[in-house]
């Protein structure tokens, strides 16, 4: 079903009800397959319509007048990116795709009527931009306070404890197709201090990072030397995300 991620977003953060699930599996999706390193949406867009990711991995980011990306954000299943352009006449960033991905356009109209009608779906909406926000300001905080081992080591944290609530972390790995050109452009390091943290970690051995699949050999050294915790996140209390089954 093509609304699960996205009932399962909610559900990882406040129970539906079973008529509020079913207001949301009634919901028009228009849903679209987009190949890896494209734009879903571009800065100055002014959409009528907002997307909810339901396969893959997508980033918000922002290119600078020299020619520079600055990714402000990664996106797993059940994300709504753009959601802000329910109330904003135009966005302020663009949202891409990382790999291949799968996303289900909602128009705003449809939004718009099933928050009217459903009070806890609108502010289950709410709430996620409000979690967007403590994400933004997270990563805030990370660029501006971490060396890069430990700057990568929270990225990485913050990413395995998100794809797990979404359902994305199997026999201990999970699919995260970013390059070290998106990690460069998300930690704001060069892509050599990339290559050099990545190996630092792995010799450490903490993490994995090939062809696309992250393995986390130990979880705890790695979360200390983040200094992560996933309360920021918001996660439901029903199951321990800060404590994902990696190995």
């Known amino acids: 079903m093509p609304h699960s991620p996205l009932i399962r977003m909610f559900n990882a953060r406040a129970h539906l009800t079973p008529d509020e699930e079913a207001a949301l599996r009634s919901l028009p999706m228009q849903v679209r397959a987009i190949k890896a390193k494209q734009n879903v949406v571009r800065e100055g867009d002014r959409p009528t319509r907002s997307f909810a990711l339901l396969e893959g991995n997508a980033c918000t980011y922002q290119n600078l007048d020299s020619g520079n990306r600055q990714i402000m954000a990664f996106h797993v299943p059940g994300d709504v990116p753009d959601l802000q352009s329910l109330h904003l006449s135009y966005l302020d960033h663009s949202v891409g795709t990382v790999g291949p991905c799968t996303v289900g356009f909602i128009d705003h109209a449809d939004l718009q009527r099933i928050c009217r009608d459903f009070p806890r779906i609108a502010a289950g909406l709410w709430r996620l931009t409000l979690i967007d926000a403590c994400i933004f300001r997270a ?41 070290q050109a998106d990690l460069a452009d998300a930690l704001g390091i060069s892509i050599v201090h990339v290559n050099r943290t990545l190996t630092q970690l792995r010799t ?6 090939q062809r696309g699949t ?8 790695l979360k200390d030397l983040g200094e992560f915790g996933s309360e920021y996140l918001h996660l439901s209390s029903d199951k321990d995300h800060s404590r994902p089954e990696l190995n």
């Open 139 to 179: 990563w805030i905080s990370n660029l501006g306070a971490r060396k890069a081992d430990s700057r990568a080591a929270h990225l990485i944290c913050e990413t395995v404890v998100r794809m797990d609530a979404a359902g994305q972390v199997e026999n201990g790995r999970l699919s995260w197709p970013v390059t």
């Open 204 to 209: 450490a051995g903490l993490m994995t990072l």
């Open 214 to 221: 992250l393995t986390v050999s130990d979880w705890p050294r």
